[in-house]
């Protein structure tokens, strides 16, 4: 039998960070991961939590915060780090190849690496942001400029829509790590390029172009949709289980 691509899912998170952030993070890489899967499995996933704080002197707090024990499924290394020494060009931006460097001392990873951060990672410097950067197998998605408070923006589904754009950027960095070829049908997980969070929003399927017959047409209704629905975590439920969409 072949082996199974392995791929480690790091979500790399705030001690300080609320635990609805946390959940929905962990939720988004586990159902990239149930995606993948869905009909065959394609790789074999490890998803865990890494906890970081950015001075020393908040490790006291660490993870002794409430998350729902649910959101730690497959979380069986949780680390408390600085990440100071990552600091990246810009005030608020840390290094991204510092960030995989960091997680790959700190924590057993697959050769495959997909590391989820609340953290701003630095982008090219003629570019405002950047939401994912790929070196070496290893891929950091950051989902600072994926929320809207990043732009100071009142959004009343914002954990929805970090989730929706955080899990279409995994979809997409995961897809290549599998095979997939990247697209330009602007409604697929796969599309290239992807330049703005409001790409992300477009990205709600895998497109037939792919050539994968379960998984075609398969994945997550837009933010849009799920707010003119008026039920802002619609999107958040597998729409195996919905009962009555
Ligand atoms: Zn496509």
Redesign the pocket.
Known sequence: MRNVLSISQILLIDSTATPQIEKILMTALNEVQQFYNYDKPRASFDTSVLYYFTSYGQESEDVNHTIDKGSRVNDHRIINKNVGDARGLYASTYDQQKLIKFVRETTETSDRLVILTNLEITPPSEWRYILWDTFDNASVVSTAPMDPEYWRLKDEFRFSTIKHRARAACLNVVGQDIGLE??D?YR????APVESTTDLDDMIL??P??KLRELANRGFPSPTEVQESGDQWVRNIPTDRVSNP
């Open positions: 990247r697209c049908n697929c997980f796969m599309r895998l497109g172009e792919h």
